[in-house]
Nanobody
Framework: QVQLVESGGGSVQAGGSLRLSCVVSGYRISSGFMAWFRQAPGKEREGVAA????????YYLDSVKDRFTISLDKVKNEMNLLMNSLKAEDPAVYYCAADSPYEPWDSQAYNYWGQGTQVTVSS
């Protein structure tokens, strides 16, 4: 059984940082894409950052470029998202997703999802 468990969410002041982790069990990170998506109340889920697990090429939503960094630790079988300079538009439930064979941004292409972790930013 594949499980993705996120952690690291919480409340931070604007300009602060958080580091999200997604520990994967029952599935070896070895190919395809993994990603972080987020969903704020009343908004559609959007891709924030994605990574090709083979080449480790990364992809970012324009609004988070230069602030967020996605990375893999294949030894620990986990994916991380370092979020710096958090802004008022960043609060949402953040989800990790795994095993998209061909497309980093299409949420329908991902076979496995975590339960989400809440990120709150206060001004």
């Amino acid at each position: 059984q594949v499980q993705l468990v996120e952690s690291g969410g919480g409340s931070v002041q604007a300009g602060g940082s958080l580091r999200l982790s997604c520990v994967v069990s029952g599935y070896r990170i070895s190919s395809g894409f993994m990603a972080w998506f987020r969903q704020a109340p009343g908004k559609e889920r959007e891709g924030v950052a994605a990574i090709n697990t083979l080449t480790q090429h990364t992809y970012y939503l324009d609004s988070v470029k230069d602030r967020f960094t996605i990375s893999l630790d294949k030894v620990k079988n986990e994916m991380n998202l370092l979020m710096n300079s958090l802004k008022a538009e960043d609060p949402a439930v953040y989800y990790c997703a795994a095993d998209s064979p061909y497309e980093p941004w299409d949420s329908q292409a991902y076979n496995y999802w975590g339960q989400g972790t809440q990120v709150t930013v206060s001004s």
